[in-house]
């Protein structure tokens, strides 16, 4: 009994071990990136960032759990930054689903960032919406918020019927002519 009990000890021993290398790899290889990107070189961080992924570590632990969060983000703010903005938003849909709160409010806000880029401002203010029901006090969400619901209020005036009214008229009065051609000259000129 008393061997199956050292064995069992031993064994998480080395998991904890095999787990705190992770972990640590895993930050070591965060700082990394964040010099990477600072320096322009995306495509050596998304390297590093694939090299992490298909780690056998990282391997182990996914057959446990599903994929890492902190990688889809990882990935999906680099695939941001080369403008591979589909790829970024799936990888920013794959980090929002964690436990993490804070990191699923950046993954949000950065998703919301990406819509709002290709003009679709209700789901980005739906987005930026749900990034402040998880952190109500990010400014930034805030005003990106207002600036949807305006460019939303924008877009909606720009096509409504009234706006397409005015600019009927104005085109009406486009084709009246206005040339000197038809002003008085002068004394009526009669013809025999």
Same mark, same amino acid.
């Given at each position: ?6 064995l069992? &000890? ?41 090299d ?7 391997g182990?632990?996914?057959?446990f ?8 983000y ?30 699923k409010a ?9 819509l ?15 990034a402040l029901?998880?952190d109500?006090?990010? *400014?930034?969400a ?12 924008? *877009? ?17 009065l486009? &084709? ?5 051609k038809?002003k008085?000259?002068?004394?009526q000129?009669?013809?025999?």
């Amino acid at each position: 009994m008393k061997k199956y009990f050292t064995l069992f &000890l031993f064994l998480i021993a080395c998991f904890s071990i095999f787990y705190g290398y992770t972990f640590y790899q895993k930050s070591n290889t965060i700082a990394q990136l964040d010099a990477r990107i600072k320096m322009g070189r995306y495509q050596d961080a998304m390297a590093t960032v694939l090299d992490v992924e298909n780690s056998m570590a990282n391997g182990l632990f996914q057959s446990f759990s599903k994929e890492d969060p902190i990688i889809s983000y990882n990935k999906g703010i680099l695939y941001a930054l080369m403008e591979n903005k589909k790829k970024a938003a799936n990888e920013y849909r794959k980090a929002m689903d964690t436990d993490d709160v804070a990191l699923k409010a950046k993954a949000i806000y950065n998703n919301a960032n990406l819509l709002a880029s290709d003009m679709d401002f209700s789901s980005a203010a739906m987005q930026y919406a749900e990034a402040l029901k998880i952190d109500d006090d990010d *400014f930034q969400a805030k005003k990106n918020l207002e600036r949807m619901r305006l460019g939303e209020q924008q *877009f909606n005036t720009l096509f409504s019927p009234e706006q397409q009214e005015r600019e009927d008229r104005v085109e009406a009065l486009k &084709l009246l002519p206005w040339g000197t051609k038809y002003k008085y000259s002068g004394e009526q000129k009669l013809r025999w």
